[in-house]
């Protein structure tokens, strides 16, 4: 007799016996056993190439470039618009809320070869849209590839005839990616895929980030839902390709951005062997501001005759779209340094001595507006950092004794007005892409022209007017001086600077 109170469960049946529902148990602890052995990362089928994807790539490998750069200035591009490159109308208007109306030089010069399946290398300094560029052009790819059908065709799934049960489809394997874009820093590619993310989803595809520093769970879980371009850096992408995680069997386009910092980070091995494992097929875009020789063996194994792009966009230039350059004299940029600073951006170097230093820091950040300043060692950032708050100031850091999570939540305060100042270390320079930055303040200055010009690329971005300060000690013009030499111009000025009340 049932308890006063007691109610059943809705699955319980008074007729089935203590030796049935063993054999229940043992029949469905045999299906966990199963599906655990099934759901395995190794067992599961997200490493193997499609044959479509295997044969079109075959028959349609991409396209050779022209042996020589072709320059391209802005006045080159004037007159076209994102929907002559050959862009369609969705990712126009996704653009245009990204605030990008009229195409830059780098992208009306690489979005036509890319959509036309050429191996890419472009050259463009910091500011100059280049995230946009390869952003446009690999989601306006995918879907050409697509529609020809490089990934085959999903099938159907049969409807039920009238009076029986619909039936649960077979499991289907992982959607894996068609894209892969790889950035030397965390911070670089969380941006990266801020830029991607909303033209991606604009037609439909999913966007994932896989970066160190963060928890595989998260990532896992994207993978499991289905990613069509994933964004990342070298490491992490490797470390979940060897576990069998990520597949990128079926990757048909590659871009690779910022790679000289790469090289510069001791990656370029970890890139070469991520490569290796895309098909050999596939289409790869390379973009950065300076191209040396810790990229060669990058171009030289994966990217057969690129088209070659170096963007010039400096105002009254000699350089004119006519003029060309070897792919060999490109990567042999560092030792000419081919760079110039842009009309907009004003540039000087000024003298403080050290006991004054705090004072002139002070008074410049003030008069700065929205400021980034850059420190040599972690420990002086934050001692700047400390300072300015002191004063005050709305101002946050950025530096490798935060942790990632506090890095991301500083890095947005910044990015959404939250704080007016940035204090940063180098290694967070190729990381920072904010479109309004009044002022670069280098409290220490830099030790090379390739620090130099990524710091300065901070600013004057989009066409906007930005100023770039280098604070140095009585003892280091003469380093300085050689600075400017190699960078091939001189500052607005170069001289004794005392903070007021001194």
């Known amino acids: 007799m049932a308890r006063r109170g007691y109610k059943a469960p809705g699955n319980f049946d008074p007729r089935r016996s203590p030796k049935a529902k063993k054999q229940a148990l043992g029949r469905a602890g045999a299906d966990s056993d199963e599906n655990a052995k099934r759901n395995k990362p190794q067992n599961r089928k ?50 245009a809320e990204l605030g990008a109306t009229k195409p830059f030089a780098i992208q009306a010069a690489t979005i036509p070869d890319a959509l036309q399946g050429h191996h890419l290398l472009g050259r463009a300094r910091p500011g100059s849209g280049k995230t946009i560029a390869f952003a446009a052009a690999v989601v306006e790819r995918l879907l050409r590839l697509k529609a020809a059908g490089a990934f085959g065709a999903e099938a159907a799934r049969p409807k039920a005839k009238r009076g029986e049960r619909q039936q649960r489809p077979p499991q289907q394997a992982v959607r894996a990616p068609k894209a ?24 439909g595809l999913f966007t994932g980030q896989f970066v160190g520093g ?21 490491g992490r992408i490797e470390d979940l390709a060897k576990r069998g995680h990520l597949g990128l069997g079926q990757i048909a386009i590659t871009v690779i951005d910022e790679a000289d910092h790469m090289a510069e980070l001791g990656f370029i091995e970890a890139l070469q062997r991520v490569l290796r494992l895309t098909p ?57 340094f081919d760079w110039s600073p842009q009309p907009n951006v004003e540039h000087r170097a000024l003298i403080v001595l050290r006991e004054h230093k705090d004072q002139a820091l002070l008074q410049l950040v003030r008069e700065g507006g929205r400021v980034i300043v850059f420190c040599r060692t972690r420990a002086y950032a934050a001692h700047v950092a400390e300072l300015l708050a002191a004063a005050h100031l709305r101002v946050t850091s950025l530096h490798g004794d935060l942790s990632q999570a506090r890095r991301e939540l500083n890095l947005y305060s910044f990015t959404r007005g939250k704080a007016d100042v940035l204090v ?30 990524h710091r300065a690329g901070r600013t004057g971005r989009v066409g906007r007017a930005g100023r770039v300060l280098t604070v140095i000690p009585r003892t280091r013009q003469k380093r300085t001086r050689e600075l400017f030499e190699t960078l091939g111009f001189e500052p607005a000025y170069f001289g004794d600077f005392v903070p007021d009340g001194v």
């Open 46 to 95: 997200i490493v193997a190439q499609n044959n479509d994807f295997v044969a079109y790539f075959s028959a349609n490998p991409p396209l050779p470039g022209p042996l020589e750069a072709t320059r391209t200035t802005p006045e080159d591009v004037a007159h076209l618009r994102f929907e002559d490159l050959g862009l369609g109308g969705n990712i126009v208007r996704a653009l």
């Open 180 to 203: 892969l874009i790889l950035a030397p820093t965390r911070e670089l590619a969380l941006q990266i895929d801020r830029t991607v993310q909303p033209i991606a989803r604009s037609v």
């Open 214 to 234: 963060q928890p595989f769970e998260p990532q896992l879980h994207a993978l499991k839902r289905g990613v069509d371009i994933a964004i990342g850096t070298p």
């Open 280 to 336: 050999r097929g596939g289409q790869r875009m390379l973009f950065s501001a300076t191209l040396d020789r810790g990229v060669d063996g990058v171009v030289k194994e994966f990217m057969p005759r690129p088209a070659i792009h170096e963007i010039d966009d400096v105002a009254g230039s000699a350089t004119t779209n006519a003029a060309t350059t070897s792919a060999a004299a490109m990567t042999a940029s560092t030792e000419t």
């Open 424 to 453: 940063a270390t180098d290694v967070a320079a190729r990381g920072i892409h904010v479109d309004d930055i009044d002022l670069v303040l280098q409290a220490d200055p830099p030790d090379d022209p390739k620090a130099y010009v």
